[in-house]
């Protein structure tokens, strides 16, 4: 660019900010900012990763390099409250061409002059201190993560799953189990002599009994056996037994993960939780326009990072306002911040600021191509600054919440839930085709003409010769005589019964 063509341009500087831009001693040991007697004097050379971009730059650009100096006198009693607005000062009235370091484009400076092109976006995160808990908070938290391995619909899809196994118990028990008294219910006379609303509720209490054994079969990891059950009562518990082993096992492994898994700190969620917050006195005039429902807190008297997060530590303010690169890269500031164990950094962005230069209008433009042809060649200013960042003294950040450990949903666990139902499938099939057999045959039956009063005598004597079989040969012989039984059994008693409501009618 021609405008800056063989002119050496002059950058003053905001102080010392290590490892942005700071002196070396005698010794050859980063400088202290007390010592102003070096700050001042222009032959010491600076150092730091915004003066080793600028240098980068000017290898690649076409001025005469760049000249680095210090704030003036009169900048420091036009700003007082941020070191970066007195350099900004400096370039506006023309004692400096141009100002580095980590400068946020503010509508005041905007006000006093030109920006280069930005060279980066910085974050204001919102910082709070730990909240105390109780030990009903305590309770909730712990009780609460009991139920957080599962999603809710998964909790009710168990619950309808457990319902249906129920209905389908009744509905397939026999004489003869387990389930055997439930049966009793529906064949003694005060089932057949009840009115709708007594069958009704001896119905409901049926199906709750089996709703309460079969839950405490699944919390139990554990499924009834019942050897003299029904055909489809015995094909759909292995379904029943599948779905137990799988979910058992997943909300172990998932509750296991969850309670390794530190306990989060209790912080705020949003601003709106706060009511005064800390800011940087630089973006007071910005913070005011963008937020003016929001009560803030500005130190005014030894402005900058420091003074708002000593005001943050004496509790002036809930929370605090702070771009998370330039605490850490102030040695002094995460000192100064680790000595408060409680004080964390949110995830929580309450504005985003962009970075530049302060330039004069002349050269604005050629610094800009210069800085944009850097990036083109791999100069980033980020990448300076990722690379002199100190190591951090203490970790400022939260606990990776138990949130992001997802809780297991239906489609994670259809598996188990398509083994039941296709074993529910098959078992009703079964059960319905049974009954249509035996109406078949109670047809056939009473097509040969047979009365109800030697229906009666035959089932008398098939009963005795039944429960003399049953003493004699409990099991059977190849384990079909039992089933037979009851079969004839259940068959009679339907015969007996729909004969009499014939013999009503007439």
Same mark, same amino acid.
């Given at each position: ?33 007390? =010592?102003?007697?070096?700050? /001042? ?10 003066? @080793?971009?600028?240098? %980068? ?30 350099s900004v000062y400096d370039v506006q009235? !023309?004692?400096?061409?141009? %100002? ?9 400076? *905007? ?23 109780? &030990? ?17 619909? =998964?909790?009710?899809?168990?619950? &309808?799953?457990?319902?249906? $196994?129920?209905?389908?118990?009744? &509905? ?34 049926? *199906? =709750? ?21 029904? *055909? ?12 137990? =082993? ?28 706060? @009511? ?5 006195? %630089? ?9 003016? !429902? ?58 985003? $600021?962009?970075?530049?230069? +302060? ?15 850097? #990036? /083109? ?7 300076? #600054? ?14 990776? +919440?138990?949130?992001?450990?997802? +809780?297991?949903? +239906? ?23 049974? @009954?249509w057999k035996k109406s078949s045959s ?16 035959? @089932? ?27 079969? $004839? ?18």
């Amino acid at each position: 660019m021609k405008s800056l063509e063989g002119k050496s341009v002059r950058v003053t500087i905001p102080g010392y900010v290590p490892p942005a831009h700071y002196k070396n001693d005698e010794n050859g040991e980063r400088a202290h900012p007390s =010592l102003t007697s070096i700050y /001042n004097n222009d032959s010491i050379p600076w150092k730091g990763f915004v003066v @080793d971009y600028l240098n %980068a730059l000017d290898e690649i650009s076409n001025n005469a390099g760049f000249k680095f100096t210090h704030n003036s006198v009169g900048s420091k009693t036009v700003a007082k409250d941020s070191n970066y607005t007195a350099s900004v000062y400096d370039v506006q009235v !023309g004692l400096a061409d141009m %100002a580095a370091g980590y400068f946020w484009i503010t509508s005041e400076r *905007l006000k006093m002059t030109t920006f280069t092109t930005a060279v980066a976006t910085d974050k204001i995160f919102l910082w709070v201190l730990e909240k105390n808990e109780s &030990w009903e908070d305590e309770f909730v938290y712990f009780t609460r993560n009991m139920l957080v391995p599962f999603h809710p619909s =998964l909790w009710m899809l168990l619950l &309808w799953s457990i319902f249906l $196994i129920s209905i389908a118990a009744v &509905w397939f028990c026999k004489n003869d189990g387990t389930y055997g008294i439930w049966h009793k219910r529906f064949e003694s006379n005060e089932w057949k002599n009840a009115s709708w609303f007594d069958r009704f509720l001896v119905t409901m209490k049926t *199906l =709750l009994d089996s709703f309460l054994a079969h839950a405490t079969l699944f919390f139990t990891s554990s499924t009834d056996i019942n050897l003299h059950g029904s *055909l489809p009562q015995r094909i759909f518990m292995p379904g029943f037994a599948f779905m137990v =082993l799988l979910i058992i096992t997943s909300y172990t492994a998932n509750l296991a993960a969850i309670l390794t898994v530190p306990k989060p700190y209790k912080i705020i969620s949003s601003i709106e939780e706060v @009511d005064i917050l800390c800011g940087h006195p %630089a973006l007071k005039e910005d913070y005011k326009k963008l937020f003016p !429902g929001v009560k803030f807190h500005f130190t005014e008297a030894g402005g900058d990072n420091m003074g708002m997060i000593k005001a943050f530590r004496e509790q002036k303010c809930d929370a605090m306002a702070a771009s998370a690169v330039e605490i850490y890269n102030c040695v002094e500031c995460m000192e100064v911040l680790c000595e408060e164990p409680r004080i964390i950094v949110t995830d929580i962005v309450f504005v985003d $600021i962009p970075i530049a230069f +302060p330039i004069s209008k002349k050269i604005a433009a050629g610094i800009s191509y210069w800085m944009l042809e850097g #990036e /083109n060649m791999h100069i980033n200013f980020m990448q300076y #600054e990722e690379s002199e960042r100190p190591d951090q003294q203490c970790t400022l950040n939260p606990p990776v +919440p138990v949130r992001l450990l997802k +809780p297991l949903s +239906p489609k994670q666990m259809a598996l188990p839930f398509l083994v039941l139902a296709f074993s529910l499938f098959v078992a009703i099939t079964i059960h319905l085709y049974n @009954d249509w057999k035996k109406s078949s045959s109670l047809s056939s039956y009473m097509a040969i003409g047979h009365t109800p009063n030697q229906q009666n005598t035959r @089932d008398e004597h098939q009963e005795e010769n039944n429960d003399t079989t049953i003493k004699e040969h409990p099991i059977g012989v190849n384990g079909k005589h039992l089933e037979s039984i009851e079969t $004839i059994k259940s068959l009679q008693h339907y015969q007996n019964d729909l004969l009499q409501t014939i013999l009503s009618e007439k």
